[in-house]
Nanobody, 124 residues
Framework: QVQLVEYGGGLVQAGGSLRLSCAAS????????MGWFRQAPGKEREFVAA????????YYADSVKGRFTISRDKAKNTVYLQMNSLKPEDTAVYYC?????????????????WGQGTQVTVSS
């Protein structure tokens, strides 16, 4: 049974940093893509960043490019999202997802597994 557990969210001032973690278990993720999405109140879930588990190729939404960095630690089965220069508009619940490769990494509906989410609040 696949489980994704996010942690590391919290309250931070604008310009600050947070690092989110997603601990994955229940299967081997070789060939998978791991993604971070976020959902603000009243808005749809949107793509933030993704990484291929095997090769480590990364992809970012334009809104976070240059500020956020996604990475993974195979030994710990964990995916990270380092968020720097945070803005109030980054406030959202952040979700970690996993999907088998070969599909569109930026589409939430393509993901097979999801975590429960972690709240990130950026104050101005």
């Amino acid at each position: 049974q696949v489980q994704l557990v996010e942690y590391g969210g919290g309250l931070v001032q604008a310009g600050g940093s947070l690092r989110l973690s997603c601990a994955a278990s229940g299967r081997t993720f070789s060939g998978y893509i791991m993604g971070w999405f976020r959902q603000a109140p009243g808005k749809e879930r949107e793509f933030v960043a993704a990484i291929t588990w095997s090769g480590g190729s990364t992809y970012y939404a334009d809104s976070v490019k240059g500020r956020f960095t996604i990475s993974r630690d195979k030994a710990k089965n964990t995916v990270y999202l380092q968020m720097n220069s945070l803005k109030p508009e980054d406030t959202a619940v952040y979700y970690c997802g996993a999907m088998r490769g070969g599909r569109d990494y930026y589409l939430g509906r393509e993901y097979d597994y999801w975590g429960q989410g972690t709240q990130v609040t950026v104050s101005s």
